[in-house]
């Protein structure tokens, strides 16, 4: 009886020590900021963040309500690169119209490559401009 007291001593002590053989997971990070078209904040619309290659991060998703969104670190993304896709809902696209009647509407959808920072929280702005704009930018 002793000898088998003494095996689930250590059996256990060594249990507890190494623990279960369960892996951690990376940290999420709380992640916020602003979904622009033009000089305009989008209404009403969806982030996708999709890890890329060498990142095991889950997909983390979101909607944009007012222009804005926000993941906190229960649903945010972990650290690591990712295409964000970024989803206009159909009624936001008369709200954010140019003034210029003869331009051309934003996108329904469109992708940007990004790098979540391995801390507690980041800012991120995701600002589509059409080509005439981002021509004109680029002049001196």
């Not at 007291?5 to 999420?28: D, M, N, Y």
């Not at 009403?44 to 060498?54: K, S």
């Not at 649903?75 to 696209?93: I, R, T, W």
Request: net charge negative.
């Amino acid at each position: 009886m002793r000898l088998l007291a003494g095996f689930c001593f250590w059996g256990l002590t060594i249990v507890s020590l190494t623990g279960c053989g369960a892996k951690s997971e990376p940290r999420r990070v709380a992640v916020h900021g602003s979904v622009i078209v033009g000089d305009k904040l989008v209404p009403e619309a969806t982030v996708r963040f999709l890890p890329e290659a060498g990142n095991a991060g889950p997909v983390a998703m979101t909607n944009v309500v007012g222009g804005l969104y926000n993941f906190t670190k229960l649903d945010g993304p972990y650290p690591g690169k990712y295409k964000v896709s970024v989803n206009l809902e159909f009624s936001s696209l008369s709200k954010t119209a140019s003034d210029d009647p003869n331009a051309p509407p934003p996108p329904m959808q469109w992708e940007q490559e990004i790098t979540i920072p391995d801390q507690e929280s980041a800012t991120h702005h995701f600002l589509w401009k059409s080509p005439e704009e981002q021509t004109a930018e680029s002049k001196p």
